[in-house]
Every structure is written in C-alpha cells, then in structure tokens.
C-alpha cells in the first residue's frame, strides 16, 4: 500500500513538473529564431504550397486561414483566403488576418520573413535537407509547432512504409537508366545535385545526367546531351496538354532524335505538382517515377 | 503668363496632388478601411496594434519612403542633366544602378540576410557597391590631372555594362534566386520601414541643401566651363561636388527600392517644359514632382494586382512614358 501511495505521489509529482514545463514551450525554427507554441495555434498562415499540404493532411485545413496563391491542393485549401505569391506575400494581409502561426519555407525570400518578425507577427520558417527523407522531418516539426505531435507520428509512419515499400520493390532493379529530367518542358533546364529532384531520380533507381553538376537549377549543354546520351527522358509539366508540347518540342525541335530515348519514345510525364513540392505527396511522385523506370518491379502479385 | 505666377500655380497643383497622394496611400489597401477608421485611429484608438500596423508602419512609411526616393531619383537626374549638359542624363547614367544591383544580387546569392547597424545588409551593400563603381569610373575618366566630360560618361556606361553582366550571371548562375532579384532590378517598396526613412531622410536633405545652394553656379555650368569660370565660379570644385550629391541621392535610392527607372529621367524634363529651365526652381520643383510622381505608382503598383504587387518600374514608365510624349508634343 504505502509503496503504491509513495508511488502515487511521486507520479504525481512528475507530472506536476511536466504540466509546469509544458505551460511555456518555446521552439527554435530553421533560421534558428524562437517561436511561443505554449499555446496550440488557431490561425495559421501558409506561406508555401508544400506545408499547405502537410497541414490539410494533419487535419489542421480548418485552422489554416491563409494560403499563397499557389496553394491548390488539397480543393479546401484554394478556397482559403489568399495573402499572396511565395516571393511577395502581402504583410498587411497576414495582419488583417490575425494569425498565432505564420509558417514559412526556404523557397520565400529571407526579407520576408524579417520584415514579418519586424511587425511582431509570429513567424515559424523550416528548411529541412535536400533528400527525399527530409520531409518526414518536415512534417513532425510541423506536428510540433502546431500540437497534432501524435498524428505527425502517425502520418509519418504511414508515408515511411509506402516509402520503404517502394524502395523495397526496386531491389531487384538490375539496370539504372540514365535519366534526363525537364523541367519546363520545352528547353533544356534540368536539376542538379543539390536539388531534391536529384535524390528522387536517384531513390527511384535512375542516373540524373545532370547528378555531377553541384548546383541547384541548371540549363543543360544541347551537344553535351546529345553526347551522354539518356535512356528515359521526364518531363514535368502541369498537365497532359503541356507535356504532349514538350514531347514534340523533344522529339522534332531539340535535335535529340539520335539518343536512346527519344528513338524508343522514352518520353515519359510527371506531375510537377507532386514532384515540384516538397511534401507528403513526394511518395507518390516517387512512386510513378519509380514505375515509369522500372515497369517490371512493379508487375502486380509479384 | 508671368514665369512667378506659373510657378504658383504649380506649386498650388502639386501641393494638393500631395495631401491627396498621401490620403489615398493611407486608405487603400488589401484591409478595407474609410476615411472613419483613420480618424476613428488618429483621434481615439491610437493604441490599437492592428490599425497602428497597418496605418504607420505599413503605409505611412511606404509613402513616405516613396516619396523620398522619387523626390531624390528626380533631383539626381536634374543635377546630372545640367552637368552632362545632355537631355539623356539620368540619375544612374554613371553606373550607379548598375554597381549598387550588382551589390545587392550579390547579396541575394550569397543567401546573406544579416544586419548592419540596424539595416538590411543588401541595402548596404548596394549603397556601398552603387558609389565604388561611380568613384571608380571618375579614377579611370582622368588622365594626367586632366577631366574630360565625354570619358566620364561612356566610362560609365562601359562599367555599368560589365556591372550589368555579372548581375545577369549571378541570377543566371542561381536561377532559383530570379525572382527574387527581378523585383530588385525594377523596383519596389515592399520592404519599406521607418529604418530606411531614418536611413535616408539625412541624406537626402543634405544633398537638397548643398544642390540648392549651388543652383547659381549650374545655371552658369550650363552656359560651359570656360564662360562659368570666367564669371567667377569655381568649376571643378563645384563639378566635383554635383557629382557627388547626385551619387549619393541615386545610391541612397536605390539601396532601399532597388532600381526604379525613367523618374529620374524625365521629371526633370516634365518641370523645364513647366517652369523654364532655372535651376534655383529647377531642383526643388523636380523634388517635389518626383516624390509624389512616386507616391502614385507605388499605389498603383500595389493595388492594381492586390495582394500581389507589381514591381513599380513597370508603373513608372507605362504611366509616365505617354505623359511624356504628350508634353514634348505640345510644346513643338
């Protein structure tokens, strides 16, 4: 008995200390400035695409008060007030909305963001890592700031096992075709090592052309792809409409009907709004990246 | 009309376009808000965070910056003008915009977003990059002591051209930086703060003063050297220092607003084509045009597309281009 009381008290006790520390939480973001999260946010502010995302899927879209105009998915969230572009979000907009979180992203303007702090408005920015896994970080930072710490959890165990599973499927991918990706369409521009598109080429068992170059963003060399010449050739594009564009600008325009890819009609479409944002629907980009690849990984009942 | 009497009426025009430039920046913007509400805020609710934001900190100071920068750009470009004795003379014809954009893309790329004595590091670098270039194209212009106008000016333009094309790689070289920097290379106040008018506001009155002050001695500049030196006035010593006020005021400028092109251009022309070509009214009417000139495209620029903003190089010169040609066509 008194063993059980002494216990009693003692767990009372720990959880005395942890309500005291729980009554201020204080979260350093990405640039390293704090945040106040003793009280879980009610009016949120998006201030990308991607974390739109991530917010809607930790069900927090009746929270969310304002977007970017570039906030398209999920449907509930275009219908969300609009404060902006990612370059140029309206600072006397996200005052007259009255936000406790204004979550930000790298691809916004550092300017912004000390432009907002300097209004006194509470802003939390996130620049996770450049691979593929950073979103799961990404995410339970999000779950962090915003409370929802449990469904962060559950949501990114989810994602991991079709992620893992993925990965798992393309085990026995024998051959890794040399990947050319486009990124709009008609032109050369391509991503580079340091973008998170070369990770996704990579986790999808492909060789990115342009891996070796240490930038970001980058116009490819004609002559020089002519030369390497791809196997599989990507175009991200919105919809089907520009893709069938890029695909005859590749095929009749670009002098490239000599390499591999176009003389096999190698030309294969991605949605750039699920490869171009670095969110949970990743998964699913890598998923159809995956299959255009490697068809034969991904026969069913195997 | 008497030249005294054109005078006042345009002063009594723009000061009214003043006090109207200056309400309509008050009360327009994304937030809705009346005539009450901004007397309701200055008479009874002066505490009221929301509304203080967004009448002062937001508005108020972006008008003002607006109007210290085209009231600044206008009077660089009337000095200028009177130097080079040249009607294409502008505030950045010696490179000035080139070599302060260059600053600031740099500062872009690097992702550096550090503060400098209260100030966003890219307005100091622009400053400090806009006036080296100036400095260093009136080093290479002289030759043995001896000054020549003409090397002065294509100087100019060759540095501001290699300034240009190492810009362009800059933004080339990080294209995810572009858009960024497209707002920079035409203009734009959305970064504007009390900081900034405190940063230039100084600036600016020292150079209205001395430009005033030396006003004489332009309009005997422009008669040429040799005649101005003759009737007394001490040439280089007065060149020198012209060229260093419309530096200043061009870099100041752009430093806070990156570049806003054409204002400084052609206000100047819009005064002389008013009032007649004395620089003692030329300066401070070209001021006062300039700055509300400004006060008015920064409104439309960020009302026509509200929330979104347009970069207000665009506004300045689809709205002043045409008002331009109207002019000089009535004046044939």
Redesign the interface.
């Known amino acids: 008995m008194t063993f059980k009381k002494i216990g009693a008290v003692l767990l009372l006790a720990v959880l005395n200390i942890s309500a005291l520390i729980a009554q201020e939480k204080i979260i350093r973001d990405d640039l390293g400035f704090p945040y106040d999260a003793t009280v879980p946010p009610q009016r949120i502010i998006s201030l990308a695409p991607n974390i739109t995302e991530i917010l809607f899927a930790l069900d927090l879209g009746g929270k969310v008060v304002g977007v970017t105009r570039y906030c398209d998915f999920p449907e509930d969230a275009a219908n969300k007030e609009k404060i902006g572009g990612m370059i140029d979000p309206n600072p006397e907009k996200i005052i007259a909305l009255n936000p406790d979180l204004i979550i930000g992203f790298r691809g916004n303007p550092l300017r912004i963001f000390e432009r907002l702090r300097n209004l006194d408005l509470p802003v939390f920015v996130l620049d996770t890592g450049t691979t593929l896994d950073s979103i799961f970080p990404l995410i339970k930072k999000i779950g962090t700031v915003t409370h929802e710490e449990h469904k962060a959890e559950l949501f990114v165990q989810s994602l991991r096992a079709r992620y893992e599973k993925i990965l798992s499927s393309l085990q026995n991918a024998r051959h890794e075709p040399k990947v050319f990706l486009s990124l709009h369409g008609v032109g050369l521009w391509t991503c580079g090592q340091e973008s998170f598109l070369n990770d996704l080429i990579k986790k999808a068992r492909g060789v990115n052309i342009a891996g070796h170059v240490p930038r970001k963003w980058l116009l490819y060399n004609q002559e020089q792809l002519i030369h390497e010449n791809p196997e599989v050739i990507v175009i991200l594009s919105k919809s089907k409409k520009d893709f069938l564009l890029a695909k005859n600008w590749m095929k009749n325009e670009s002098h490239l009907e000599g390499t591999q890819a176009v003389a096999s009609d190698s030309i294969f479409f991605l949605d750039e709004n699920l490869a171009s944002r670095q969110g949970p629907r990743l998964i699913q980009a890598l998923e159809e990246l995956s299959r255009l690849l490697h068809p034969q990984c991904f026969v069913e009942g195997l | 009309m008497k030249a005294r009497s054109k005078r006042l009426i345009l002063l009594a025009v723009l000061l009214f376009l003043f006090v109207s430039g200056f309400l309509l920046s008050l009360l327009e ?3 809705e808000t009346n005539v009450g509400d901004l007397f309701d805020f200055l008479f009874h609710n002066l505490h009221d965070e ?1 509304l203080r ?2 009448f002062i ?3 108020l100071s972006r008008a003002l910056l607006a109007f210290l920068v085209g009231a600044s750009l206008s009077l660089s470009g009337a000095i200028l003008q009177g130097y080079f004795q040249n009607p294409m003379a502008g505030p950045f014809v010696v490179g000035v915009s080139s070599g302060a954009s260059f600053g600031a893309v740099l500062c ?1 790329y690097l ?1 550096l ?1 550090l ?1 400098f004595l209260g100030f ?1 590091l ?1 307005s100091v670098f622009a400053f400090a990059s806009g006036f080296a270039i100036v400095f260093l194209v009136y080093l290479l212009s002289q030759k043995k002591g001896i000054f020549k106008m003409e090397t002065l000016l294509l100087t100019g333009i060759a540095a501001g051209a290699l300034a240009s094309a190492l810009t362009s790689f800059l933004i ?5 930086s572009y ?2 920097a497209v ?1 920079w290379l035409l203009g734009s106040f ?2 504007s ?1 009390w900081n900034q008018i405190t940063a230039m506001l100084p600036y600016f009155l020292l150079c209205f003063i001395v430009a005033q002050w030396l006003a004489k001695d332009m309009n005997l500049l422009v008669q040429g050297d040799d005649i101005a030196q003759s009737l007394g006035s001490p040439v280089n010593r007065v060149r020198k220092t012209f060229l260093v006020v419309s530096t200043l005021l061009a870099a100041s400028s752009v430093s806070v607003s990156g570049i806003i092109g054409f204002i400084g251009l052609v206000v100047p022309h819009w005064v002389r084509i008013l009032i007649g070509p004395d620089h003692r009214h030329l300066f401070f009417f070209s001021s006062l045009t300039g700055g509300i000139f400004l006060v008015y495209s920064d409104f439309i620029a960020r009302t026509l597309l ?4 347009l970069p207000i190089g665009i506004i300045t010169a689809a709205v002043g281009a045409p008002f331009f040609i109207y002019l000089l066509s009535q004046r044939r």
């Open positions: 913007g994304p937030v929301t934001k967004i900190d937001l508005r872009i992702g977003n503060r966003s890219q080339f070289f990080k294209s995810e858009q960024e707002f959305r970064y703060d509200s929330p979104s903003e």
